[in-house]
Nanobody
């Protein structure tokens, strides 16, 4: 299985970005899809999840980020609005099936 993220980039404070993650080659049923992020010098942290149609978010991104899933396209997306400098990180998608699969990450940089 393979995950490929896209959509990262440089944006000003208050701006928006949409991340996408396309899954391929995963032969088992996907139970959950998540986004994580890792800022420089910090541990990787959970951002959002979608499982069986239910979404959940870290407190730091609630009301600003929206996770969604397109089963037909094997894609999970993260719409990020009202971005802050503290959102700067490498963002990773994770898919849970027979095991956890991780993407390679996409850089998001929010300038102040």
């Amino acid at each position: 299985g393979q995950l490929v993220e896209s959509g990262g980039g440089l944006v000003q404070t208050g701006g928006s970005l949409r991340l996408s993650c396309v899954a391929s080659g995963i032969r088992f049923s996907v139970t959950a899809m998540d986004w994580y992020r890792q800022a420089p010098g910090k541990q990787r942290e959970w951002v959002a999840s979608i499982a069986r149609g239910t979404t959940s978010y870290a407190d730091s991104v609630k009301e600003r980020f929206t996770i969604s899933r397109d089963n037909a396209k094997n894609t999970v997306s993260l719409q990020m609005n009202s971005l802050k400098p503290e959102d700067t990180a490498v963002y990773y998608c994770r898919v849970s099936a027979d095991r956890a699969y991780w993407g390679q990450g996409t850089q998001v940089t929010v300038s102040s």
